[in-house]
């Protein structure tokens, strides 16, 4: 049995960290023996608490500059656990379970993003960042999420010779469309069946181009009586504001931020279209491949592997061009979204399954178990 610790920041919302849930419940426990360790716990926490057949440590960081303490509690925790391999999520935990490590145990860090704009998330960051690229060639194993990412920080100049791509896993049972769900949302929100709904999906971050989705959503209001928006997510309320400000009279009318929620399937199930407007940082992007899953067509920028991940059944544009944005949901409009929508969910199924996801990773892991 190899004994292998997974290891994240924090269980909050967010892509990475429904991958690393994912993970965490699919992996073979009768061949893995887990260790599941988070600095922060998170609102996700009770959720990995409940899986079983695994050990759960919220190491209980006190804030960013709690960096001793915890660095001598992990240290002491590895220790005893004496793990075969260290799976980790995201830079400050690449980095503190790269440092606090058993000199036997073999180090893998998770790579998510690609093509990142650091200078916008401030000093710390940049400095996470610098410190992984000149550690890189330290660690056994890095898995990223997309080729996209692993070309993104070789040009970086990290040491990427040991890195390989495993795809995002997406769970096509919880993801799938609900024909009462969608009766139920299209109800609460007045949408007739010949209205055409419009969704993004995503926290609200320059990265993810909102202001630009805005510019053209009041373009699209503008033209089309029978359209409808709703944009699901939290995050920095400057850029909410602002989005506000573009879209005008649209605003809280036809255009609604439903706010963070956990039950997007069931959002998924009552969209038509659903866009992804990113201008940088994607690596694989959940919301694309999850809208698929419930038989959504997608427009999509070509950020990390947003083209790939669509191929023919949606339209993919450039990022940061809203002309282009434009013409692609207009282009997507006039096709058989019903029929795209059958064809966009079995490409999720045949290509980014979590037992894929799964069991590439058990692959990958096994073979650091020692001897």
Not at 66 to 84: C, G, H, M, W
């Amino acid at each position: 049995m190899v004994k292998v610790v997974l290891a994240i920041r924090s269980l909050d919302i967010g892509g990475a960290e429904r991958q690393f849930i994912e993970l965490v419940k699919h992996i073979d426990k009768s061949q893995f023996d887990v260790t599941v360790c988070t600095m922060y716990g998170g609102v996700q926490e009770e959720i990995v608490k409940r899986i079983p057949h695994i050990t759960y440590y919220n190491l209980q960081k006190r804030g960013r500059y709690d960096v001793l303490s915890f660095f001598t509690n992990y240290a002491k925790l590895l220790r005893e656990i004496q793990p075969d391999v260290i799976y980790s999520f995201l830079s400050e935990m690449n980095l503190f379970s790269l440092w606090c490590k058993p000199k036997e145990t073999k180090m893998i860090w998770g790579f998510r993003a690609s093509n990142m704009d650091l200078k916008r998330y401030g000093k710390l960051p940049q400095l996470l960042f610098w410190l992984q690229k000149h550690l890189s060639s330290r660690v056994d194993k890095i898995i990223a999420n997309s080729s996209a990412s692993i070309a993104f920080h070789q040009s970086q100049g990290f040491d990427m010779s040991h890195a390989t791509v495993i795809y995002n896993g997406i769970d096509t049972e919880r993801f799938q469309r609900d024909m009462s769900a969608r009766a139920k949302f299209r109800s609460m929100y007045g949408l007739k069946e010949s209205d055409v709904a419009i969704g993004i999906v995503a926290r609200i971050d320059y990265m993810k181009g909102y202001t630009i989705f805005a510019e053209v959503m009041r373009e699209i209001l503008k033209r089309y009586d029978h359209i409808k928006v709703f944009a699901v997510g939290d995050g920095d309320q400057t850029i909410k504001r602002a989005c506000e400000e573009i879209l005008d009279v649209y605003h809280n009318k036809r255009f609604q931020w439903l706010g963070q929620r956990d039950d997007v399937e069931v959002i998924y199930s009552g969209l038509d279209i659903v866009v992804s407007s990113s201008i940088f940082g994607e690596g694989f992007s959940n919301s694309i491949a999850e809208a698929m899953s419930c038989e959504v067509p997608c427009v999509v920028t070509d950020v990390g592997e947003g083209r790939m991940i669509v191929g023919d059944t949606g339209e993919v544009v450039p990022p940061k061009d809203s002309k282009a944005l434009l013409i692609g949901i207009e282009n997507l409009m006039n096709k058989d979204l019903l029929k795209l929508g059958k064809e966009a969910r079995q490409r999720i199924i045949e290509n980014f399954s979590i037992q894929q996801m799964v069991r590439k990773t058990e692959e990958t892991i096994g073979v650091f178990k020692r001897q």
